[in-house]
């Protein structure tokens, strides 16, 4: 798995740590869990993006880009860590937000990772649920060409064959860690919404013929969207490194059934998830993507999906921000 032919700008700090989680272990009965710390990968509290944007960024870089632009929800994980990447590279950067929550409370559009982008210097523009993301980036893309700059465009969440190679990456990381404690990993469990992080541990996975499953569990669309966007970013991963027999048919794992009543929606499952890591392992979720993922995790050990004797590690995507601007579900 040749990664170095591709432009890379480092920005992780790597590896991130990989941990026995024993005290939600035993509280289970088993099966033996782990967890992959992505929230330590530096970058403005850090998360899974930075991973991905070392190729995304490397890739603007090689073409002269000055300017970054990027998209997500109001409270994106994604633009934050964006935002500061081009902070640290010395770069413009401009996010389009998109309020596709309906959450009336002021503090969803002032606190969290908005006050973190502010912070690091990104120019926010704010549009409506349902606006189109990709033409008003494209339109921002204009505007800076138009003042003599030479802009990126960065896919929401980082999501497309480049920033999947960051997930190729870490499956190997991954791997050298669970040999180092003589751990045989049986699944890694992530949420999964854009698709990239699922899609490059998968092809990392295969490219190493590893025996580790990736599970995702679905926190954004219907898991019928969400499990095909996750299999075309991975087979373009796939052709792309030269994969020899391709990805199998049961590859690409999605779970859906702990979104709740939707994205970005609290749920009790997820709030017992985010409350259960914290006062049993010290370890802080988000309430949108690693909460939502954690629960499922938790509901399928207890539903008897894994076998007692399974090695699974979790990945923490990040997103601790998140959490300031969800109070009143904890309340």
Sequence with gaps: MQLVRFPRAPLAHLPTPFEFMPRLTRHLGGPRLYIKRDDCTGLATGG?????????????????????????????????????????????????????????????????????????????????????????????????????????????????????????????????QADAVDVPLDYVVTATASGSSQSGLVVGFAAASSRTRVLGI???????????????????????????????????????????SGYGRPSPEMVEAVELAARLEGIVLDPVYTGKAFAGLLGLVRGGYFKATDNIAFLHTGGVPELFVYRASFA
């Design 48 to 176: 899974n993006k930075t991973r991905k944007l070392e190729y995304l960024i490397g890739d603007a870089l090689a073409k002269g880009a000055d300017t970054l632009i990027t998209a997500g929800a109001v409270q994106s994980n994604h633009t934050r860590q964006t935002a500061a990447a081009a902070a640290k590279l010395g770069l413009g950067c401009e996010h389009v937000l998109v309020r596709s929550q309906p959450i009336d409370d002021p503090e969803y559009e002032r606190n969290g990772n908005v006050l973190l982008n502010r912070l690091l210097g990104a120019e926010l523009h704010l549009v409506a649920a349902g606006s189109d993301a990709g033409h008003a980036m494209a339109e921002r893309a204009e505007d800076v060409r138009r003042r003599g700059g030479r802009p990126y465009i960065i896919p929401v969440g980082g999501s497309n064959v480049l920033g999947a190679l960051g997930y190729l990456a870490a499956a190997r990381e991954i791997e050298i």
């Design 218 to 260: 679905n926190v954004y669309q219907d898991d019928g969207v969400v499990a095909a966007h996750v299999r075309a970013i991975a087979e373009e991963a796939a052709e792309l490194i030269g994969l020899k027999g391709g990805l199998a048919a049961d590859a690409i794992a999605v779970n859906g059934e702990f979104r709740g």
